[in-house]
């Protein structure tokens, strides 16, 4: 137990010794959290327009207003020619293009359903799908405001109502991703290189002589970044809560057991890089690659999980953030109980045990 | 000065020789990974898990549900006797939509279809925790039921006279997602491998003390500085042409432009992020510090305020100022416009010069903060 404290305490001298990392493992994440809050959303409004309108009539020029008066397009150019058209979406001026033909108000006028023509920049597929569904509601009501009649009864009509996040705000979703990748880059990161560079120092000669049991050696050298990753966590959390009315419907307590379990198997993950990898630079590259872009693309953050190929979903059980992040929703959203939790607290559980495990192997052996 | 760059640059190249395990991990990890996050990165919306309450049990609630169970959208994860029942699967997470007929919904919809009059409406419960996709879902819901409706009224019943909206999407006909999302993985992968790659390489001499005996000959800064980015473009060019050839060749990611101009910017790209590398190695002490630094203040941002994942002309203004600092963008708007759209210099010439810039830039950068430094 002496030979855990020793290490912790030279670690954490270690740490103070160097400002720059201290004040990112700090101060960071919190300032992290406030940039992406606010600076990311898929809420799509003010999507560009262009229109070429070749009817030029009454009718024609008022459906033009009906997509200039919605708050989801922006009319910025009226172009002449195909040529013209095809300019704009090319270099992204336009998103979208209405053509209304000539004619449109005579066939509308005989009773008949004009055409009109919608080009959509698919090029980011989840704009575009949003974008279509935008344009065929305008269309729709559009229609009815043209001929004057009522709108036609619905057969069958849905009635949707949104549990947890009723609004179906962004950020409500977003931040928990965020503090969940923002605390696993900083766990792994602060201890990727921890071990590894004892060894390229030739300190490691020098513990290995040390009464110090490999167990408490691994503990010692986590014990002090897991103090601070949590206070960066908590911190992360207030903030969300105070600046994103992040709701907190759950028990703080459980939000504190999920959150430390995470940063255990996190910092693990740094430590057993750290025994594998000889260099620094191969430690860091290793620890780039299994956490910064699995925790953004893996988790279930921002891409669903349900809709990757199955084998993904497989790959997808040994990010321990996916697992974070579905307590985290769990308790924060939802305000569920442990009888809900324990399956992704238990995931996080074996994940740590098992890297640790995979550690202390790795360094006794060496 | 030549001679002196070759004998760096040889240098160099043993030194990675004697690391396998790092020329191992940079040449086959961005392999993998793209191999591997090309088909995560999906913002489309599939098999969504969903539970049903029929609380009608008539031929015409069997058949709108039967449209639910058929569609590639949604898998019915389950079928429940109560409304109160699907609490737990919300809850649990099991399912993210429960759909939930009324009763007495077959004897409405008929009367409706008689009278001409609006009918019933079915309930849809969306766990919003995931609000973007349960948006979607949604909307895939509004859609299914309108189809419905429509077979469901028969030919008979003409409405007013509609729109008749003709829309075409160009580029991504059919909207997937991974024609846009692959090219972007491509472009942060060679970000993290390259620049995590050289933001090592000074403060690795330095640590080591080995800069010391650099300064000592009459190699100069700069010469160092390009002695350092010669060997690693080399390694970063093996991967692009890895990370392009598994574009084309797995994912079939159209490839529409032409194929040289794809190779020349991404060496553009390249000097930019190798550049930025070695920018932070000069500016930190330890290895640790480079590590943090490239991270925190550097990869992340870049990969959040790129329009990697996030569009650009959704964020606040102030915002999107401080994206046009971001190389990554560029590089972004030049693969996405010859992957997608196949354009060509005349359209992505700003893009072009804003990498060339940068890239210099952070060169010139590196090599000035290297000459303060003793």
């Known amino acids: ?366 | 000065m030549i001679g002196r760059i070759r004998t760096l640059v040889w240098k160099e190249f043993l030194e990675l020789r004697r690391t396998p395990q790092l020329l191992r991990l940079v040449l086959v990890a961005p392999v993998l990974q793209l191999a591997m996050l090309g088909y995560a990165a999906t913002t489309d919306v599939q098999h969504v898990p969903i539970v049903v309450v029929d609380g009608d049990r008539s031929p015409a609630s069997r058949q709108l549900l039967e449209t639910f169970a058929a569609s590639p959208y949604f898998d019915v994860v389950g079928e429940r006797m109560a409304p109160s029942a699907i609490d737990d699967d919300l809850e649990r997470g099991r399912a993210w939509l429960a759909v939930l007929v009324p009763p007495r919904f077959g004897d409405d919809l008929a009367r409706a279809r008689v009278r001409g009059t609006a009918g019933p409406s079915i309930q849809v419960i969306a766990d919003g925790t995931d609000a973007n996709s349960s948006g979607v879902a949604l909307s895939y819901v509004q859609g299914l039921v309108g189809q419905y409706a429509t077979v469901v009224a028969g030919p008979a019943a003409r409405g007013a006279p509609q729109l008749d909206g003709r829309v075409r999407v160009w580029f991504n006909p059919d909207l997937e997602s991974r024609n846009f999302m692959v090219p972007g993985v491509l472009a942060v992968l060679l970000l993290v491998v390259t620049a995590n790659l050289t933001s090592m390489a000074i403060v690795r001499e330095r640590e080591t003390g080995t800069l010391d005996q650099l300064n000592v000959t009459p190699i100069t800064r700069s010469e160092i500085i390009l002695g350092k980015l010669l060997p690693y473009s080399l390694v970063g060019l093996v991967d692009v042409v890895l990370v392009i050839a598994i574009a084309v060749l797995w994912f079939q990611v159209p490839l529409r432009g032409s194929v040289a101009l794809l190779f020349l910017s991404s060496l553009v790209y390249l000097v930019c992020t190798l550049g930025l590398g070695l920018l932070v190695s000069t500016m930190s002490s330890t290895q640790q510090q480079a590590m943090m630094t490239a991270t925190f203040f550097f990869l992340v941002p870049m990969i959040y305020l790129s329009g990697f994942i996030f569009p650009i002309e959704n964020m606040p203004t102030v915002i999107q100022w401080v994206t046009f600092v971001i190389p990554l963008r560029y590089f972004l708007v030049i693969v996405r416009g010859i992957f997608l759209k196949g354009t060509g210099m005349a359209v992505l010439w700003p893009s072009f010069v804003a990498l060339a810039v940068w890239g210099v830039a952070v060169v010139v950068l590196a090599v000035a903060r290297s000459s303060k430094r003793a």
């Not at chain 1, 696993?184 to 060894?199: D, P, Q, Y």
């Open chain 1, 1 to 366: 137990m002496t030979g855990l404290w020793a290490v912790a305490i030279k670690e954490l001298r270690q740490i103070r010794r160097d400002r720059r990392t201290l004040t990112i493992l700090v101060f960071v994440p919190t300032f992290f959290l406030f940039l992406y809050g606010y600076a990311l959303n898929f809420d799509i409004r003010h999507v560009s327009l262009a229109v070429q309108d070749r009817d030029g009539t009454p009718e024609s020029r008022a459906l033009v207003a009906d997509f200039a008066r919605s708050a989801y397009f922006d009319v910025v150019a009226a172009p002449e020619s195909d040529r013209q058209i095809d300019a704009l979406v090319d270099r992204g001026t336009a998103r979208a293009v209405l053509v209304i033909p000539v004619g449109f108000a005579r066939t509308l006028g005989e009773g008949g359903s004009p055409a009109v023509q919608v080009l959509i920049d698919g090029d980011n597929a989840n704009t575009a799908t949003t974008v279509l569904g935008y344009v065929t509601a305008l269309l729709q009501s559009a229609s009815f405001g043209a001929t004057g009649e009522r709108p036609h009864a619905a057969l069958v009509s849905v009635e949707p109502r949104v549990w947890y996040n009723p609004e179906l705000r962004s950020t409500v979703f977003l931040v928990p991703g965020l503090i969940a990748f923002i605390s696993m880059i900083t766990a792994v990161i602060s201890t990727a290189l921890s071990i590894v560079r004892e060894k390229e120092r030739g300190t490691m000669e020098q513990v290995r002589m040390a009464p110090v049991s490999t167990t408490a050696f691994v503990a010692g050298k986590t014990l002090p970044y897991l103090v601070l990753s949590q206070a960066g966590a908590l911190a992360i959390i207030a903030a969300a809560m105070v600046f994103f009315d992040l709701p907190m419907r759950g028990n703080w307590l459980a939000l504190f057991v999920a959150i430390t379990l995470f940063l255990i198997g996190a910092l693990g993950t740094g430590l057993f890089i750290s025994t594998v990898a000889d260099t620094q630079d191969v430690a860091f590259q290793a620890a780039a690659i299994v956490a910064l872009l699995p925790t953004l693309i893996l988790s279930g953050f921002i891409f669903p999980l349900s809709s990757m190929p199955v084998v993904l979903q497989w790959i997808s059980a040994l990010v321990p953030a996916r697992y974070f992040l579905v307590a985290l929703r769990g308790i924060v959203l939802k305000g569920l109980g442990l009888e809900f939790l324990w399956p992704s607290l238990a995931a996080m559980g074996i994940y740590a045990l098992a890297v640790y495990a995979l550690s202390a192997v790795r360094l006794a052996r060496q």
